[in-house]
């Protein structure tokens, strides 16, 4: 397998998260990059995914003190004196610290610690912009809720207009979501919930977005069925995914998120023989 | 504890409040005192009681033959021998579905909890049978991927033996709609991750006036804005941790943590 992601390991499909007809089988994200073989949203994750065939990595996007669009889940790192740790260390040697109280330079000063005991530096969302061939597609969850910074929607505006294709912008903060429209109409956004709404349409109105991206957890089939004839397109993300991949290749889902992207075909990626 | 005055202008009729007379943010042992004994035990919401919370959150769902069991999640595992409560990948577990076991089976089994502790599985008819009456209970219904409309009539029928004191939650807002039409008096408590841009609509399609958030998706503004809007917002997740005295100054009707002596007022005096 070529180890260099500017040749796709096949012919990249020919779909985008927001075909109707969904694909079939249904898009396939990357969560955080091929994050149960190498340290999530690190290059080494993202690079990973691309080789295996995902049609698009997902990543998360949040705010330093002074700015910069790091690459990285959790509001919070643990500093155990000396370095940064992913996770707090279970010796209760680290102290949590916000990210948004800390500048680029001090997040990349060392690489940081993650939970498999690897070392890998952070990423800037532009840096992974450029790298990322450009079949690939991209989810960029921005992270705020707790942390919300009115600086965040216009700073991954800015990012996303150097690679305007191929590129979604999801979010549990619907609020950064209705900021970034107003700043960017054309950037497709998915709006991020752990809920199953009674009138989910309604909820995406003031987004505005036409993806619901959706806990495996607390969305059915019906549910799918019903939004897809509202014009809404649902992928499904969550640990529990895996546990009845084969059920819901029969639900008519956009996509699916998956920590290993070889999962949701079994051992065959599509287009190759099985 | 800093000056709470907002509080005085917000009508927070329906969700319980503090049993003292306080206008401090009502204080829920979710899933028991978790933190101290195994969850969703009576020996959990025994201790919560003991250690001043307000309430009790418990978790239900119903087995095959129709028992509304008190279990978090919708999947134990078994390796061959005894159930455990969690997967553990040490371990080669094998997931069985809740909804597929009958009470009859589950009522003998010992379940392995993470802490390595054996316990018995509950019923929620136990825990009411159990529980001082003075407890609220916040009875969380697990549906979503495992929707069933049987499980609301279940809970009614059962929360009625109790006279008041008892609310219903889920994180699938059609259950609690079920809820609503069999008994409209219930309140109902609409859990959600997310930060919308209108949370009091995403609240009026059920309908509810109170909503659980955890505490990375939303900040101090949101909970003014919505509070000012007339939802009753509370706030749990472990992150609550970390800035627990600045959240319990905001107008927030209720915090749930798994050591309620964290914000009970006996244990903070």
Same mark, same amino acid.
């Given at each position: $397998? ?40 690190? $290059? ?184 897809? +004839? ?23 889902? +956009? ?20 | ?19 003292? &007379? ?8 979710? #899933? ?10 009576? #020996?959990?919401? @025994?201790?919560?009681?003991? *250690? =001043? ?10 087995? #095959?033959?129709?028992? !509304? ?10 390796? &061959? ?8 990948? *040490?371990? !080669?577990?094998?997931? @069985?579905?809740?909804?597929? @076991? ?41 549906? =979503? ?35 609503? !039409? ?18 009091? =609509? ?6 509810? !006036?109170? *909503? ?6 939303? &900040? ?15 706030? =749990? ?23 309620? #002596? ?8």
């Amino acid at each position: $397998m070529s180890g260099h992601p500017a040749t796709p390991p096949r012919a990249p499909r020919a779909v985008s998260p927001f075909d109707d007809p969904v694909p079939d089988p249904p898009f396939v994200w990357a969560h955080r990059g091929a994050s149960a073989l190498e340290p999530e949203n690190t $290059m080494a994750a993202f690079l990973r995914a691309c080789e295996l065939g995902a049609d698009g990595v997902e990543l998360d996007v949040q705010l330093t003190r002074d700015g910069c669009p790091v690459v990285l889940h959790d509001a919070q790192l643990h500093h155990d004196g000396h370095r940064f740790h992913l996770r707090a260390p279970s010796d209760g040697s680290a102290r949590p610290v916000f990210v948004r109280d800390l500048d680029y330079a001090q997040l990349v000063a060392a690489p940081v610690t993650f939970p498999d005991g690897r070392r890998e530096p952070l990423e800037r969302l532009e840096a992974v912009l450029e790298a990322l061939p450009s079949w690939i597609w991209l989810d960029v969850e921005v992270k705020a809720g707790w942390t919300y910074d009115p600086r965040l929607a216009p700073v991954v505006a800015r990012c996303l207009a150097a690679r305007p294709q191929r590129c979604i912008v999801s979010s549990f903060d619907h609020v950064v979501l209705a900021e970034l429209h107003a700043l960017a109409p054309e950037v497709p956004l998915a709006a991020l919930c752990d809920a199953r709404l009674a009138d989910a349409a309604t909820v995406l109105g003031p987004i505005p977005a036409r993806l619901w991206n959706l806990r495996r957890a607390f969305v059915t089939e019906r549910d799918v069925v019903a939004l897809r +004839a509202e014009g809404i397109l649902v992928s499904v993300y969550g640990e529990e995914v895996r546990l009845d991949l084969h059920a819901l290749r029969a639900w008519p889902l +956009a996509g699916v998120f998956l920590d290993d992207p070889r999962e949701a075909y079994g051992s065959a990626l599509p287009g190759e023989p099985a | 504890m800093a000056e709470r005055s907002p509080l005085e202008l917000v009508d927070r009729s329906g969700f319980p409040r503090p049993a003292d &007379g306080s206008a401090r943010p009502f204080v829920w042992a979710h #899933r028991g005192a978790s933190a101290l004994e195994p969850e969703n035990t009576l #020996r959990a919401f @025994l201790a919560a009681a003991d *250690a =001043g919370a307000d309430g009790v959150e418990l978790d239900i769902q119903l087995t #095959r033959d129709g028992v !509304a069991v008190v279990v978090h999640d919708p999947l134990l595992w078994t390796d &061959g021998s005894q159930l455990h409560l969690r997967h553990d990948r *040490a371990a !080669a577990l094998r997931p @069985l579905w809740v909804r597929d @076991l009958d009470w009859t089976d589950l009522e003998q089994a010992s379940v392995r909890w993470p802490d390595g502790r054996t316990e018995h599985l509950t019923r929620f008819e136990e825990v009411l049978e159990v529980l001082p009456g003075q407890l609220w209970l916040d009875v969380e219904l697990k549906a =979503g991927w495992t929707y069933d409309p049987a499980l609301a009539t279940a809970f009614v029928a059962l929360a009625r033996r109790r006279s008041g004191r008892i609310l219903a939650s889920s994180f699938d807002q059609v259950i609690l709609r079920d809820v609503a !039409a069999v008994d409209p008096e219930i309140p109902l408590l609409s859990i959600l991750h997310a930060r919308p841009v209108d949370l009091p =609509g995403v609240l009026a399609a059920v309908p509810a !006036a109170m *909503a659980s958030i955890d505490r990375p998706f939303l &900040g101090a503004d949101d909970v003014r804005r919505w509070t000012d809007a007339g939802v009753e917002v509370s706030i =749990g997740g472990s992150e609550l941790l970390g800035d627990l005295d600045a959240v319990l100054t905001w107008p927030v009707a209720g915090v749930f943590l798994d050591d309620p #002596r964290l914000a009970a007022p006996a244990a903070r005096a």
